[in-house]
């Protein structure tokens, strides 16, 4: 297949080695801020993919992320933040990588290239048509992330999927791709810099947007949040005062009987 792979194209700069520290920081620094507006031209992909994800969640479905390397890691890293900050079901959203759980810390040889296994760890949670994959790739040619989502659609599930790459593999195989086009790495071929930048910001807003819609987000407080520590404890009482007149004992007494900040708010407005 023949498309202009620019995540793999020559870096704006040269001789890196020579550079101080100050021009390394500042060069890395005017690269990344290209990468925001990158995103912006693909708000009406992302749109369309998180519509997706609300609708099949409403019906029962949940979220996947599939991805090799640094991107499987961003998906396991932003799934892991749904149940602590928005209350949820630890399996509604899920992060896969090529290689299992021992990748996430330390590259698994050859993994990525096995185009047959994404579709074999999506089966061991029980996949089916209420279900979203996302496949995310910088590159777009991962086989491991197309190869899922090749049988996916063919399963029906819904697919998307995030990359840089313009024409890729990925996202002509996605039905609803977000495609992200960021340039040149400024270390060449380093994706993990711009490109995984990207893919960060895209998925925050994939599933903050999704739980915001799901109704897990007030005002623009945190509800659900579980209190897991003291900082978070702390914080809800403080969302309790904000919403009810009471003191900062009676905030705390209230979040500890009734478990959350929406329950205790509901339950002291219903009295």
Not at 133 to 142: E, F
Request: hydrophobic share 40%.
């Amino acid at each position: 297949m023949n498309f202009t792979k620019t995540t793999e194209q020559s870096s704006h700069y040269d001789g890196l080695e020579h550079m101080s520290v100050s021009d390394l920081l500042a060069n890395i620094n005017t690269e990344d801020k290209t990468v925001p507006l990158a995103v912006e031209k693909a708000l009406p992909q992302i749109e369309a993919l998180v519509t997706q994800v609300v609708d099949k969640m409403k019906l029962g479905g949940r979220l996947f992320y599939i991805g090799a390397g640094t991107s499987g890691r961003l998906g396991i890293v932003d799934a892991s933040e749904c149940p602590p900050t928005f209350g949820v079901p630890f399996d509604l959203v899920n992060g896969i990588i090529a290689g299992g759980d021992k990748a996430i810390r330390r590259a698994v040889e050859n993994a990525e290239d096995d185009r047959l296994q994404a579709w074999i760890d999506l089966q061991e949670h029980g996949i089916t048509e209420k279900d979203v994959v996302i496949g995310i790739a910088a590159s777009g040619t991962t086989p491991y992330v197309i190869g899922g989502l090749e049988k996916c659609n063919a399963k029906n599930i819904v697919t998307g999927c995030i990359t840089c790459n313009e024409g890729s593999p990925l996202a002509l195989t996605a039905k609803f791709p977000v495609v992200v086009v960021v340039g040149p790495e400024f270390v060449t071929g380093s994706s993990r810099m711009k490109a995984g930048t990207a893919q960060k910001l895209v998925l925050n807003m994939i599933s903050t947007t999704t739980m915001i819609q799901l109704g897990k987000v007030k005002g623009n407080k945190m509800v659900d949040m579980q209190l897991s520590n003291d900082k978070l404890v702390d914080r809800g009482v403080r969302m309790i005062m904000e919403e009810i007149p009471v003191s900062y004992e009676k905030a705390a007494e209230l979040l500890k009987e009734h478990g959350s900040v929406r329950n205790a708010v509901d339950n002291y407005n219903r009295v």
